[in-house]
């Protein structure tokens, strides 16, 4: 049974990685502003599904990293993907009686926040170019949402993961 709840927190650190992989593989220039949030989508995930033991820390490490990857000022993503996880584990109880739709609502409205944080902080720092289309990675990761929660879902009972 102790090895099980090893393992749970490696395929959770492994999920956090492909996120992170997904994040900075190269795309063409007109789908650029449509990239998903990645690791915010996974980050959402593990607080509705595991709120007891992910959470605020570990969305501070997921957005220092994602940070490092994107060479953005330190700090600005882990700001947003805290707030994230504590929205998230505000919310996890009704978002798991929410139907896929509603969910992928909420995933819009969390993903925008962090979208609208990231923009915050670039212009405080002075380098930030607000085109209207900085909201897409909200569109396509709540479009998404439904795919992530499934595989996420499965990977969880495949190993179960508690």
Do not use: K
Request: proline residues 5%; positive net charge; aromatic residues 8%.
């Amino acid at each position: 049974m102790a090895q099980r709840q090893g393992s749970g927190y490696l395929v959770i650190l492994v999920t956090f990685l492909v996120a992170a992989v997904l994040t900075v593989i190269p795309l063409p220039t007109w789908l650029q502003w449509a990239r998903p949030e990645w690791t915010t989508l996974t980050l959402i995930y593990w607080c509705m599904a595991l709120p007891h033991r992910i959470g605020i820390a570990t969305g501070l490490l997921a957005g220092l990293g994602v940070d490092i990857l994107e060479g953005a000022v330190l700090g600005q993503n882990a700001l947003a993907l805290v707030v994230v996880a504590l929205l998230s584990l505000l919310l996890y109880q009704r978002l798991r009686v929410y139907s896929l739709a509603q969910q992928a609502g909420v995933v819009f409205i969390l993903v925008g926040i962090h979208q609208l944080i990231c923009q915050w902080v670039q212009n405080i720092e002075g380098v930030s170019v607000v085109p209207p289309q900085f909201l897409l990675p909200a569109v396509t990761s709540a479009l998404l949402w439904p795919v992530v929660l499934l595989v996420l879902r499965r990977l969880r009972r495949n190993f179960e993961i508690r």
